[in-house]
């Protein structure tokens, strides 16, 4: 077999893993600027928006004022399709095509109009909402594409500080994004290659020297494409809050000339808040008299420069990691793997496949997860755009709020992490102390020669492991019900008060107990009779023959043989214990307020109940993390105890 | 000598009563469920008590004996109830997992028995640590790809994919076990008499690893019969649930059907308890056996 040329596979290396960077690297920039685009002409839409907003508010908002108002508007500002003012029911003002003559405002809506309407209502209930919580969640100024290309934006119409109505604005359509072309990508490929080219002349089959010399071309030409690619949207950038600023100053004096045309006072309006986001927070971006704010304008600059080079770094990397791979010769060291134990990977692939797409990938995405800001709210956005890096571990493991204050005294705060693992670790503790001692017990009674009926209590006794998990939980529940529940007719039976069991965190957690420690004791029971049934008879004998007691056999013989088998038992017990989400879930499901919540189940409400995937997943992550921890102490323990 | 007899052996008699108690106290759940089961009723209480009860009344309320024995529960849970569609669900799904995990353990696991290759040890160990991540962790972004990427909520053949992938790690490392045992030696002879290696899996070590593979299935489903969470949180249409999901369905949140649940239960659990009690002596050696290994 004859190796092939390192020159030629790092020249191959060079050309694909350059091509890879070039073409992902054109996605980047592309994407970027087309949205640098149209955040540029939504945000010149909206401002035109706010300009005739303020205008119409400073006319009363309603009557002739407000439709002339809007004339006026209309004819200095080009590319605007139509106006509508909507109040309620009522179409205040409207430039629509169609409504003019008997359709002409002010008249109610019509059927059709139900989308105004529609608009108008949310848009309120938007303002509302924010108001009350302080902070912007829902979007007060919406926009839509249309089919025409342009875009249908719409906002409140305040009067004295309240939503009235909205004013709806349609845009003649938008300039065709811009293309990026591709020469400068291509070029990034051709010319690291052709240089690559000569040095291999130089180098001959030096592989370190090729391996430097091919990885610094690369590194140099991408490094000098993306230098490129970052300063071209910075610019673009630039040029686009300038446009928002031209326009907030068109605006300005259209709005200042039709005020005084119209004989209305001078509108209080700053038109530094009419370049505002979707929450009507000004972006501060414009000032007052219409320049371009260069502090602020930078520091978007910048976002938009960090976000696009973050991906070009990862785009290169990507491709020096392939160059080196494929000019190392690992590719072909793996394909020839491959090849010669094709049988093998033949019969695991199905297996790996598998793992890989519903076990691996999910973990791994879940990692990712935990970093992020990730709810319910915003699963539509990359994970790259919610990225909160460690702030939902800080969140978690941060918080040592375990009780509020509250009148009269403090009130646990259930929800804090710390609880929670701490109600986990005795939960798991007490139940595996109850399971080992109970199953022991019963095992070493069982053990017993001679004992009549032995197969019957056995098969008996091991009937809790062989229900279903879930089933044995609802039984339990309903055995525990308040009214109607065995356990409480038992108490009362014999002249104690009925227990509300979920209605405090201890009576809670002993119904949980009970019912794990009922599910739990046959597993050790099997455990412990196995291992009690293969000590030789003739050790007891020897020991009876020295004259030991009952209690130094017991010690010196039967705990010794059990260990080997109790010390795993013990180990699983614990680890399925920790997890036993059925249980916690179905039993108590928390009650009362979360007291009896335990790790596991907590996450999965912060999942599926609360919705914060992010924080459900860094939730997870530490779980894991304390069963890694758990399981390494183990090995090492279980391996000190061997030797 | 009698003396030396009694140190020998404790009296039965105390130990029949100990036994007897615990064996009470385990059995009550059980003989409580059948009770509410026969009733023909859908309450929580075995008998009415009235409102100034005796002690005998109340002695009458905890017997594990219905009031009336009737098999209504029984006849309208799978007739007026979808409890029927639910088990039917279940039965598909388990015994498609079952299927598919074991083709694909079976293969893995002979892999890693009999072949050399690299990545044997990282791949065995990978499958070992798989199971240690907390389910709710790969719960989020299962369902993501499941639900909202593939499209597969509410399907039987979305669980069954899931159930089947979960089931492989568990499988490989019971099988792999079983096939170190068999001798190469049969393998050795085959493939002088020039048979293919597809051949000596599907003829020769399949067929001799039958019942490992058996009790390896029956764990499979097993447990897919008896999960609950990814059913629960896949499921959310209600012809479309398994039988744990239905079963939570009649007493979760404000539904008190206790009739159609303990009636269910009962036909859910028939199959596996008795399952359980023939195969839970290899359980328990397999369980013991890896962990002690790993």
């Known amino acids: 077999m004859t190796a092939p040329s390192h020159r030629l596979r790092f020249l191959a290396g060079l050309v694909l893993a350059g091509g890879l960077a070039a073409w992902l690297a054109h996605g980047f920039a592309s994407d970027a600027r087309r949205r640098v685009a149209a955040d540029g002409e939504v945000r010149r839409a909206v401002v035109a928006l706010r300009a005739v907003t303020s205008l119409v508010e400073s006319s009363g908002g309603e009557g002739d004022g407000a439709r002339r108002a809007v004339v006026a508007w209309q004819a200095g500002a080009p590319g605007v399709v139509q106006l509508r003012v909507a109040r309620g029911m009522q179409l205040e003002a409207s430039s629509a095509a169609g409504d003019a003559g008997g359709q002409a405002a002010p008249r109610r809506l019509a059927r059709e109009e139900k989308p105004l309407y529609d608009r108008a209502q949310r848009i309120a209930t938007a303002v509302r909402t924010n108001r009350e919580e302080q902070g912007g969640r829902k979007d007060e100024v919406e926009v839509e594409r249309l089919p025409s290309g342009g875009l249908s934006l719409a906002a409140p119409l305040d009067l004295d500080g309240a939503p009235v109505g909205i004013v709806e604005l349609e845009t003649a359509p938008l300039p065709p994004a811009p293309s990026t072309p591709w020469w400068p990508f291509l070029l990034a490929v051709l010319v690291p290659a052709a240089a690559f080219g000569l040095v291999m002349l130089l180098a001959g089959q030096r592989r370190a020297v090729l391996a430097v010399a091919a990885t610094f071309l690369l590194a140099a030409s991408l490094f000098v494409l993306s230098r490129g690619t970052v300063a071209r949207i910075g610019e673009e950038r630039r040029q686009a809050a300038a446009s928002v600023a031209e326009r907030v100053r068109e605006q300005a004096s259209l709005v200042r000339s039709a005020s005084v045309s119209l004989g209305l006072p001078a509108s209080a309006a700053d038109p530094a808040g009419w370049d505002v986001d979707p929450f009507r927070r000004p972006r501060g971006e414009v000032a007052s008299d219409g320049s371009v704010v260069e502090t602020r304008r930078e520091a978007a600059v910048e976002e938009e420069v960090r976000h696009l080079g973050r991906s070009l770094l990862a785009a290169a990397l990507l491709a020096l990691a392939l160059l080196l791979l494929i000019g190392l010769g690992a590719f072909h060291r793996l394909g020839r793997t491959i090849k010669v134990n094709r049988q093998a990977y033949v019969y695991i692939a199905p297996a790996l496949l598998g793992m890989m797409v519903l076990v691996f990938y999910p973990f791994t995405y879940g990692i990712t997860l935990s970093f992020t800001d990730s709810n319910i709210y915003n699963t539509q956005k990359p994970l790259a755009d919610l990225w909160v890096g460690l702030r939902n571990y800080g969140d978690i493991l941060g918080d040592f709020a375990f009780a509020k204050k509250v009148e009269g005294g403090f009130v646990f705060n259930y929800l804090n992490f710390y609880w929670t693992l701490l109600f986990n670790v005795f939960w798991t503790v007490t139940n595996v102390t109850i399971g080992v001692t109970s199953g022991l017990l019963l095992a070493l009674v069982l053990n017993t020669r001679a004992l009549a009926l032995r197969p019957v209590y056995r098969v008996l006794l091991i009937l809790p492991w062989a229900m279903p998990n879930y089933i044995t939980a609802l039984i339990w529940k309903g055995m525990f019900h308040q009214q109607f529940g065995i356990i409480n007719q038992l108490f009362q039976m014999v002249g104690l008060q009925a227990v509300n069991w979920f209605d405090h965190p201890f009576t809670s957690f002993l119904a949980a107990l009970t019912t794990n420690a009922w599910l739990s004791f046959p597993f050790m029971m099997v455990v412990s009779l196995g291992a009690l049934q293969s000590i030789p008879a003739d050790l007891y004998e020897a020991a009876r023959v020295d004259g030991a007691s009952r209690w130094q056999a017991f010690r010196a013989i039967t705990l010794p043989s059990l260990r080997p088998a109790l010390v795993p038992a013990v180990i699983l017990s614990v680890v399925w214990t920790f997890n036993m989400f059925n249980i916690i879930y179905l039993v108590t499901a928390g009650d009362p307020g979360g007291s009896t919540e335990i790790l596991i189940t907590q996450a999965y409400k912060f999942a599926f109940e609360r919705y914060r995937y992010g924080y459900a997943a860094a939730y997870s992550v530490v779980i894991f993390g304390i069963l890694l921890v758990y399981g390494v102490f183990q090995n090492r323990y279980s391996k000190a105890t061997e030797a | ?294």
């Open chain 2, 1 to 294: 000598m009698a003396r030396s007899r009694r140190d020998q052996e404790l009296p039965h008699a105390p130990l029949h009563v100990f036994l007897g108690l615990a064996t009470l106290v385990t059995v009550y759940p059980v003989l409580w469920v059948v009770s509410i089961a026969f009733s023909g009723r859908q309450t929580l209480a075995i008998a009415d008590v009235p409102s100034d009860p005796t002690f005998l009344q109340r002695l009458r309320a905890v017997v594990p004996w219905p009031q009336q024995w009737s098999t209504a529960n029984f006849t309208s849970v799978m007739t007026d109830q979808p409890f029927g569609r639910w088990v039917l669900n279940s039965v598909v799904v388990a015994i498609f997992t079952t299927l598919l995990g074991i083709f694909l353990s079976c293969t893995a696991a002979y892999a890693f028995s009999r072949f050399k290759f690299p990545g044997r040890r990282a791949g065995m160990m990978s499958f070992l640590i798989s199971q240690m991540f907390p389910g709710v962790l790969t719960l989020i972004p299962l369902y993501i790809i499941m639900v909202q990427v593939l499209g597969l909520g509410n399907s039987r053949l979305g669980m069954i994919i899931v159930y089947a992938a979960t089931s492989i790690p568990f499988s490989v490392w019971m099988l792999k076990g079983y096939f170190d045992t068999i001798p190469k030696e049969l393998e050795e002879a085959a493939i002088i008499e020039g048979a293919s290696a597809g051949t000596i899996f599907w003829r020769i070590v399949l067929p001799l690893a039958k019942p490992a593979v058996a009790i390896t299935a029956l764990f499979s489903f097993m447990t897919s019969w008896n999960e609950f969470i990814l059913a629960a949180t896949f499921m959310d249409k209600e012809d479309m649930y398994t039988a744990p999901v239905g079963l939570r369905f009649f007493v979760g949140g404000f539904s008190q059907q206790w009739g159609y649940f303990a009636a269910g239960s009962i036909i859910v659990s028939i199959p596996v308890v008795v399952l359980f009690l023939y195969l839970q002596k290899y359980l328990v050696s397999g369980l013991t056996a890896g962990s002690v290994k790993g």
